[in-house]
Nanobody
Framework: VQLQASGGGLVQAGGSLRLSCLAS????????LGWIRQAPGKEREFVSA????????YYADPVQGRFTISRNFAKNTMYLQMNSLKVEDTAVYYC??????????????????WGQGTLVTVSS
């Protein structure tokens, strides 16, 4: 599995960004892809995930209702639409993949394939 994230940048609070993750080597029936973020001085935390085959979606409480995860099979790409961004959303965002049998979808340690991060900076 290879993952490549893009789309980060600088945005003012209340603004929007869309992250993309180009995925290769992912089997639709056996993988879940997710977004994990790491703020300065903090541990990585789960943000959102989508089952690649079935399309089930999962969100962390802090982003529920503001972020939307989606996928496009034709483009082998996962997206994270981030609206109403807050200063506390500032972090490096990583796309990651896990086998569907590898543990909880919200557990960062379940993800065993990682892309490079993309930095999201939200200014006040």
């Amino acid at each position: 599995v290879q993952l490549q994230a893009s789309g980060g940048g600088l945005v003012q609070a209340g603004g929007s960004l869309r992250l993309s993750c180009l995925a290769s080597g992912v089997t639709p029936s056996t993988y879940t892809l997710g977004w994990i973020r790491q703020a300065p001085g903090k541990e990585r935390e789960f943000v959102s995930a989508i089952s690649w085959g079935g399309g089930s979606t999962y969100y962390a409480d802090p982003v529920q209702g503001r972020f939307t995860i989606s996928r496009n099979f034709a483009k082998n790409t996962m997206y994270l639409q981030m609206n109403s961004l807050k200063v506390e959303d500032t972090a490096v965002y990583y796309c990651a993949a896990k086998s569907n049998v590898a543990g909880g979808v919200r557990s960062v340690s379940s993800y065993d394939s990682w892309g490079q991060g993309t930095l999201v900076t939200v200014s006040s």
